[in-house]
């Protein structure tokens, strides 16, 4: 874990002290989520002025959230519900949005080990668009 905090920090740094503005978006489904969004608030913490937004993006409305919204509300600068993924069956959820966060997204950082999953999916979703995907995995 630690490494992957190690590797995220140079990234993070030069992503909001090079743009403009940065639009960090991160699902809450596994450990490298929360490692990212801990990395994110610690880089803000270090290197934001002002140009930099932290968003969950959720499938759908969970329980978890619904019942501690204010929680979520505190730890993320947004959280919002995708709107492709509310449709869809519950068992495709994760991945609809997760191809909508590709599609929104200029820049992939990801850690994949095994040719198989979600996050193995979303990946070669993002390469077969044309995205800059970065898996740490690799570094």
């Given amino acids: 874990m630690f490494k992957i905090e190690e590797q995220l920090e140079p990234i993070l740094?030069?992503?909001?002290n090079q743009k403009e503005y940065v639009e960090?978006?991160?699902g809450r489904?596994?450990?490298f989520d929360q490692?990212?969004?801990?990395?994110?608030?610690?880089?803000k913490e270090r290197y934001d002025y002002g140009n930099v937004s932290h968003i969950l993006v959720l499938p759908y409305e969970r329980a978890e959230y619904r019942d501690n919204k204010e929680s979520f509300e505190d730890y993320y600068d947004e959280v919002q519900i995708?709107?492709?993924?509310?449709s869809a069956h519950p068992k495709a959820a994760i991945g609809v949005r997760n191809r909508e966060m590709c599609d929104r997204a200029d820049?992939?950082?990801c850690y994949v080990e095994k040719e198989k999953g979600g996050a193995y999916n979303a990946m070669k979703y993002a390469?077969?668009?044309?995205?800059q995907v970065i898996n740490l995995f690799d570094m």
């Fill in 35 to 43: 490692i990212v969004s801990s990395a994110i608030k610690k880089a």
């Fill in 13 to 16: 740094k030069d992503l909001i």
């Fill in 107 to 109: 820049l992939i950082i």
């Fill in 29 to 31: 489904d596994g450990e």
């Fill in 127 to 131: 390469k077969s668009v044309g995205k």
């Fill in 24 to 26: 960090f978006l991160v």
């Fill in 82 to 86: 995708s709107s492709s993924a509310v």
